[in-house]
DNA sequence: TCACTTATGCTCAAAATGAGCATTGTGCCG
DNA sequence: CGGCACAATGCTCATTTTGAGCATAAGTGA
């Protein structure tokens, strides 16, 4: 886009020198661009994200996302992701929606020179889950690398410790603006001094942990304490990766409850409790199973099948199916889900 | 970040050579990465965007969105887009977001080397509008570009036009494939075949006026039909601005309803209708006032100050402000707007 | 003071929600 | 084969939340 370089000049900005070599593709002020994705699927009423296994610092492996930089060959960003993701996990992708660049020099530890590395993220959905592929890539619940976030069953037995921490962590400046400024965003996120829990403030919740010294990945950054056990704050990622699975949970956490998204993870036929498990899995909370249904029922969401589960516990289930019809009617459905006061 | 270079080589992928000169900051796989802004503000009633001028293809000028290339000396993304901002248009920045990657090579008709060209792009709010700046930056009705998402004053005259040349569109296929999946975007988008306008789908429309020709900005693409006259399908701007302008426009119209966003729009004390008039503007829709008033008061977004408006026509109205402490209660409120049958 | 205009208060019916209780089919177990 | 346990479904009911209007209050300008 040579209108940049006359842009530049115009504004007094960089200069950029005539001489580069076009040949060899250089540019006056390159970055490097990388591209992420955060695939998700559920199976069995679990929230699973599929992951590939990441040289660690120390010689080690960890767990990543699968992820790769862009390169000229790819025509367009998700085109490129979706190279990436193919070679990388044998998993072909359909429902893929940008996320968010990441572009933080000082927090990912890049480049010396002063390049910049940004991260394009994307969300991805996927039916199911193909057990085959690198014996690296894997799917695994996504909870285990934020298991503060899932309040299924009850509230989840990490966040005392943790809230013990960020209380802490509050308390440990003079400056009473600033603590007080601490205080009010663990009221905002985790629901602390009286606060409600938003679910859908998943990354907001994990910068705080991370600013407040508790995430591993930190270690390196300014200011930061040791942070406590896995057990507690949840599994390390790569890189910045958990950043990137708290952004997408957030982001599907708020989605589903205004387009009919979760659909892109069932099955082509699925129960009614199915859906719902689903859903909850995806919002880490529990649903008034009565009125779930309802609410799908009314809004036309699906509609009914021929075929009926068997085998289990309990009446038959009637199997539905996503009426494909309702993209195209009122204001794009969703589910408002509100928490109800006992599971089930 | 050099584990993506590790990456690449375990992944088979390109081959990074070593030899490339580090204090030239040469990168294996460099893109350009560009910054753009759509700062918006709301005055007299109406939504306006910040734009600059920008060097046109036939020597003259176009407006276009305050932008500028990310370079080494940004320490971070939104750092870097402030820097431009105030440069281009001494216009200081408060609430920012994210908005979107731009990086489809195909459609930007970017550099012919095969390079990625991507544009990081921001929304974002400020409260006045500053007369200053630039002589080229001033602030344009958004309208003025997208003038069919203005449903103020009833239907815009110029859908009628506009839909008349998108059912030739649909129909100017053979295949009926094809034209089904036309015609049922034309539904979801445009509200055609029955179908409801959904205030949001500004970015959808967009590219559906640009698929099927009657953006100017899509000369030089492939079957492309002669685009209509700006009077119908709005001013055109410099590259794909309009295209992240309507991204604007549609992400705040989505997130005024679940967030109190607007107040980044508005004066310290402002009247209810005000706001409501400020709210309308960017939703594109007439509201229910004393049910907006109800709306506002119940969720507690304001409180009211000592003052009332004088001088005016009519009842004088009370001043309020924003309950900032809203942002800490219940689940962050908005406007679930739901546009009224007759406007006032 | 009257006419006009905009701000505010209030009412009412319809729809959407939040919680439970009641019933209906199935697989399983004596 | 009768009865039980366990889900799936149906339905009710009290609240809230909407959507629409009617009515009244309080300034401005003539």
Do not use: C
Request: charged letters at 25%; glycine letters at 10%; a positive charge.
């Amino acid at each position: 886009m040579s209108a940049w370089r006359e842009r530049l000049q115009v504004d007094g900005g960089t200069t950029v020198t005539d001489r580069q070599g076009r040949d060899t593709g250089a540019l006056a002020n390159p970055s490097a661009v990388g591209l992420v994705a955060v695939i998700v699927a559920a199976t069995d009423g679990e929230p699973r994200a599929l992951t590939v296994q990441v040289p660690g610092q120390a010689g080690g492996r960890s767990d990543g996302l699968p992820a790769g930089p862009l390169v000229p060959e790819h025509p367009t960003l998700e085109r490129g992701l979706r190279a990436w993701v193919e070679r990388q996990t044998h998993q072909r992708l359909g429902y893929v929606e940008q996320l968010y660049t990441f572009g933080d020099r000082d927090r990912q530890g890049d480049e010396p020179h002063g390049l910049h590395t940004l991260s394009v993220a994307y969300l991805a959905l996927v039916r199911e889950v193909r057990p085959g592929g690198p014996a690296e890539a894997s799917w695994r619940n996504w909870y285990r690398y934020l298991p503060w976030e899932d309040f299924r069953d009850g509230r989840p037995p990490a966040l005392a410790e943790i809230e013990a921490k960020l209380l802490a962590w509050a308390g440990e400046t003079a400056d009473p603006k600033l603590r007080r400024r601490r205080e009010d965003r663990l009221s905002l996120t985790f629901g602390l001094f009286d606060g409600a829990w938003n679910e859908e403030r998943v990354l907001e919740r994990y910068e705080l942990l991370f600013e407040a010294g508790l995430i591993p990945e930190a270690q390196g950054q300014s200011g930061a304490a040791t942070p406590g056990d896995g057990a507690v704050t949840g599994q390390p990622m790569a890189f910045d990766h958990r950043r990137v699975l708290a952004t997408a949970i957030g982001r599907l956490r708020g989605k589903i409850k205004y387009r009919p998204v979760v659909f892109e993870l069932m099955p082509p036929t699925f129960t009614l409790f199915q859906l719902q498990r689903t859903v909850e899995a995806l919002s880490g909370t529990n649903l008034h199973k009565q009125n779930f249904r309802r609410l799908v029922a009314q809004q036309g969401l699906v509609e009914e099948t021929e075929g009926v589960t068997s085998g289990a516990a309990g009446r038959p289930a009637r199997l539905v199916r996503f009426r494909r019809e309702v993209l195209l009617e009122r204001p794009a459905p969703g589910f408002r889900l509100r928490p109800a006061k006992r599971p089930g």
